[in-house]
């Protein structure tokens, strides 16, 4: 059974940082593109990050210069490091597969459970 399980999440205040980890029990993790992806309460789902062996590693507008994204094939899980956290950035944390680069959730594969990231002002 194919799992994906987020760890990391918690309450901070602006400008700190966390950092997420996605353990994924995928066959063949090393061909799976992975990505994050973050819900707040009333909003749509918002890409976050993605990676894929063949075409690197993106980020969403909103992100870029402070998450950073990794995978570590060894241990067959990706992490995103989030700094210069903003209250805006408070939402529900998802890790995703997907066998290209999952640049929306329209490709996902898998889904995990979503870790809450709360940025206190």
């Known amino acids: 059974q194919v799992q994906l399980v987020e760890s990391g999440g918690g309450l901070v205040q602006a400008g700190d940082s966390l950092r997420l980890s996605c353990a994924a029990s995928?066959?063949?993790?090393?061909?799976?593109?992975l990505g994050w992806f973050r819900q707040a309460p009333g909003k749509e789902r918002e890409f976050v990050a993605a990676?894929?062996?063949?075409?690197?590693?993106i980020y969403g507008d909103s992100v870029k210069g402070r998450f950073t994204m990794s995978r570590d094939n060894a241990k067959s899980t990706v992490y995103l490091q989030m700094n210069s956290l903003k209250p805006e950035d408070t939402a529900v944390y998802y890790c995703?597969?997907?066998?290209?680069?999952?640049?929306?959730?329209?490709?996902?594969?898998?889904w995990g459970q979503g870790t809450q990231v709360t940025v206190s002002s």
């Open positions: 990676i894929h062996w063949s075409t690197g590693t």
């Open positions: 995928l066959r063949n993790f090393n061909g799976y593109g």
């Open positions: 995703a597969a997907a066998p290209g680069l999952p640049r929306t959730g329209d490709g996902v594969r898998y």
